[in-house]
């Protein structure tokens, strides 16, 4: 009796205590986001937040060229999703359906690409950049951002597109649809569980970049949040305030991210399962 409910109890505890392990640091960043600076620097941790204030808020957005550091992290970071899944479609399709000589080759080149870390390119892609004269332009982070995610978008699709039946698409092309057409109106639909989660990846990639922007855009002009972040410093020491409020504002879009497309990847798999 006892060993059964040993058995049934343990592994609620270890999921309840992992629970509060990933999520503490994340109320605490936001916790503190609103604390009075008193709060912050006492030495007895304030573990509730009785005095809220919104004052590191305004410190955060009051920097300058804030709303220009949003709308250069949306842009980049939504185009290189977008660029990247109509590439990783497909290439995806053509790796899981067609056969031809070096196949194996190019999956496990993609595969090295996703192992190797981009920082060891970052002196080459400075210098090709910086020949092109296209330093401080968001159209090289784009292009570079795209190029770093879209290794694991086109093995994860991949995977996908394979589980999809060809009966499915062959049945589609004998109804008089041409492949395009079969791939638009039957394999796609199905894929979107896996365009949901890919796009996820792609998106916190790309969001939560920061060595190529520092290294690339020195303009504030031309630069992204994550650079933004690490502004609260002065030579007095940091503003955490001011630091757990920007974060907390930074992880705003991933947290709304997540929730929306684990609805809709849900729906997609009732989808495919009633397509099927």
């Not at 290794?151 to 597109?161: A, D, N, Q, S, Y």
């Amino acid at each position: 009796m006892k060993r059964s409910l040993f058995g049934r109890l343990w592994p609620n505890v270890t999921a309840v205590i992992l629970f509060i392990g990933f999520v503490f640091p994340v109320y605490w960043m936001f916790a503190t986001a609103f604390k009075p600076t008193g709060d912050i620097i006492a030495e007895d941790p304030v573990w509730f937040p009785t005095d809220f204030t919104f004052e590191h808020f305004k410190t955060a957005t009051g920097v300058d060229h804030f709303w220009t550091y949003v709308t250069n992290s949306l842009t980049v970071t939504i185009l290189a999703v977008v660029f990247s899944l109509i590439i990783a479609l497909a290439g995806s399709f053509a790796l899981a359906r067609m056969r031809f000589r070096g196949r194996r080759g190019f999956i496990i080149g993609f595969m090295l690409a996703q192992m190797a870390p981009w920082e060891v390119m970052i002196i080459a892609m400075y210098m090709i950049v910086r020949d092109a004269s296209m330093l401080n332009s968001l159209v090289p982070l784009t292009l570079f951002y795209m190029m770093m995610i879209l290794p694991f978008t086109i093995l994860t699709l991949r995977g996908f597109v394979a589980a999809v039946p060809k009966e499915l698409e062959e049945a589609a092309m004998v109804d008089g649809c041409t492949r395009v057409q079969a791939f638009r109106r039957v394999i796609l639909p199905l894929l979107a569980p896996g365009l949901m989660s890919t796009s996820m990846f792609g998106f916190i990639t790309a969001w939560n970049e920061f060595a190529l922007v520092l290294i690339l855009n020195k303009e504030a002009e031309a630069q992204t949040l994550p650079l933004w972040l690490s502004s609260f410093r002065s030579a007095f020491g940091d503003d955490w305030g001011a630091t757990m409020a920007a974060s907390s504002l930074f992880a705003v879009p991933i947290l709304i991210l997540f929730v929306f497309l684990q609805r809709k990847a849900v729906s997609g798999l009732t989808a495919g399962a009633v397509k099927g």
